[in-house]
């Protein structure tokens, strides 16, 4: 057997040479590399985005409802007879029904980026007063975001701020919208039915990955109410304070949420104040949409009360999950 012949070539088939196995593993090399090139595509990065969104669980369509009279007073006492839930204009049956003493999970996302210098020290006395707030059953998660977005304190009964809170500095570029993303997938795996996502932030997104609307839309598959917090500094520029305004208005309204825009002292405190009585003084409504389709679509919901002198407040549709 002479060197250059493999020991155990089979029969039949003509041995390669020692330069031709090397340019079959070069080649091989290159196919492996092309297919990892193919995966950092724009549609494989889409792809994967996508698998990153939570997606609304078609089987059940939670609703947070808050319910006031003509003075802006809350509303206790209704039953499931005097709510009416509407999904793109045909009537649902509920099938979930909880009054306002269900406990519910908070994620607060604390901006820590280079904008907020001036107001860090406001925005933890905001997270303070939050927490000190809540209810014995009710439980909350801190982040903060900058140029990435890390958990501070997963969800807990705590009513204090994680000690390394007070050791953030302002820094970097804004991840509002993969904040809320993040808030959004780890709050829908809460069994808590009643979700909120507490904002404080002047609202100027510089880096995320995810737009305004995906998270926007991971907010409302994760049925969680958007409460937000303005926290711009009066003396920045007149243009970016209404950007950020904009972005915060647009969560807050679409979640069925509240946008505060009362940015310190005691205006501070009674806004807090407002909402945490009003995520006490909620109802919990529950469907399954009559329309099973999988096809991406937007759902309009609209939710109506017995009595014409009340007002009910809750997220205005969701984006339905596609096959």
Known sequence: MSDAEPMNSPKGQTPLPPSDGRLARALFFLLTLSAALLLSTPTARAQQDDDDVVRVNSDLVVLNATVTDRAGAYVHKLRRQDFRVFE????????????EETPFAAAILLDTSGSMETRMTLARAAAIRFLEGLREDDVASVYHFDSEVEQLQDFSASRDLPPLAF??????????????TRAAKDLSARPEKRRAIIILSDGMD??????????????????????????SDPLDKASDRMLGASALKNFAAKSGGRYVSSPGGRALDDAFGQILEELSNQYTLGYRPTNGARDGRWRTIELKLSD????????GGYRAPKS
């Open 167 to 180: 050791g953030l500095k302002s820094k970097g570029m804004t991840e509002l919208n993969d904040a809320v």
């Open 206 to 231: 510089t880096k995320s990955s995810a737009t305004a609307d995906k998270a926007l839309n991971a907010a409302l598959a994760a049925n969680a109410t958007i409460y937000t917090v303005d926290m």
């Open 308 to 315: 014409a002198g009340l007002k009910a407040r809750t997220r």
């Open 88 to 99: 793109d204009g045909r009537e649902q049956q509920i099938s979930l029904f909880s009054v």
